[in-house]
């Protein structure tokens, strides 16, 4: 079959899309291609400077796109909670959210909450955002969400006795595969109850791969390692894009998927169903997981639960 590719992405035209983290890197490059298919993006940034000057960038690209930015720190609930308030004041419509933004292997470090940073940035501060632009999301007609994970999933494990790294001793790489496999479980018992709730809405995962995302000054000596080399053998941030905007955007995704490139272990090539861990399709976690994030970050996600002998 052909690649799919930037070519294949349908008329955004009339759709309104949110992208997280879409100052640099994977979320600038969707945006980009969003708006350069004619959708009304939202940067949504935790800098707003930087924000302001991607979206410039963006409207530079596309003279006729209509780009703003507007200020959203995953690692606040507070801001989440505003972000998510003046959409709903400025909006009546939400064809699109892209939930990508993302902190990869700092030091131990928490967020205004007191979660752990990858894992409250990551995961609760989007699950957060789902919940609170769910209703928006609910009464646009073939609207989508887009969970953003990775590769290292499969490292992760969902520790639910020590979600946020209170007792163990903390282990970054181990930490962010956690991130990343609770943003699949979220796309399972989203997928799950949006089923059994019988709506149009429609939950998608994705991921880059090996994407080489500009340097990496500041972050653990492996990844500046490992970034170094990906400079020449990664895909380029147009190729390691595609898998997301797929997962976004081909009327043929259908709720649940998860897209990622096809070869060499899923780290380069053109946009293809992705595999996923054993414990990514744990539908007794993906349950627990929920409950405490709807506990830990205030938000109730007002969907009926489903029985984990069905769907």
Not at 103 to 121: A, D, H, K, N, S
Request: aromatic share 6%; with cysteine.
């Amino acid at each position: 079959m052909p690649h799919w590719t930037y070519d294949d992405i349908p008329d955004q035209r009339g759709r309104t899309v949110i992208v997280t983290g879409a100052n640099s890197g994977l979320g600038l490059e969707t945006a980009r291609a969003l708006a350069g298919k004619g959708a009304r993006v939202v940067l949504a940034c935790r800098d707003r400077g930087r924000g302001e000057a991607a979206a410039e960038a963006i409207r530079a690209r596309h003279p006729h796109g209509e780009v703003h930015c507007r200020p959203l720190d995953l690692a606040d609930l507070d801001s989440v909670a505003a972000f998510a308030t003046a959409y709903r004041a400025e909006h009546d419509r939400l064809d699109l959210l892209v939930n990508n933004a993302g902190v990869l292997y700092p030091r131990l470090r928490r967020t205004r909450q007191g979660f752990e940073l990858q894992f409250g940035t990551n995961y609760l501060g989007h699950f957060a955002l789902t919940g609170r632009l769910l209703p928006l999301l609910l009464a646009t007609e073939q609207a989508r969400i887009v969970n953003v994970a990775s590769n290292a999933h499969r490292t992760g494990r969902i520790d639910l006795d020590d979600l946020n790294w209170q007792r163990r001793r903390y282990a970054r790489f181990a930490a962010y595969g956690q991130s990343k496999l609770a943003m699949l479980l979220f796309t399972l018992e989203l997928h799950r109850r949006l089923t059994g709730a019988g709506t149009s809405l429609r939950v998608t995962a994705a991921h880059p791969g090996w994407t080489y995302t500009g340097p990496s000054q500041g972050r653990h000596r492996l990844v500046t390692i490992v970034n170094g080399i990906g400079r020449y053998l990664a895909m380029p941030l147009a190729e390691g894009a595609l898998p997301i905007l797929r997962a976004a955007t081909d009327p043929d995704a259908e709720g649940g998927s998860y897209w990622g490139p096809a070869h060499r272990a899923e780290n380069v090539g053109p946009p293809v169903p992705a595999t996923r861990s054993a414990r990514a399709l744990d539908v007794g976690v993906a349950q627990q997981l929920w409950a405490q994030s709807e506990r830990l970050t205030g938000v109730p996600i007002d969907l009926p639960p489903v029985d984990a002998t069905t769907l």
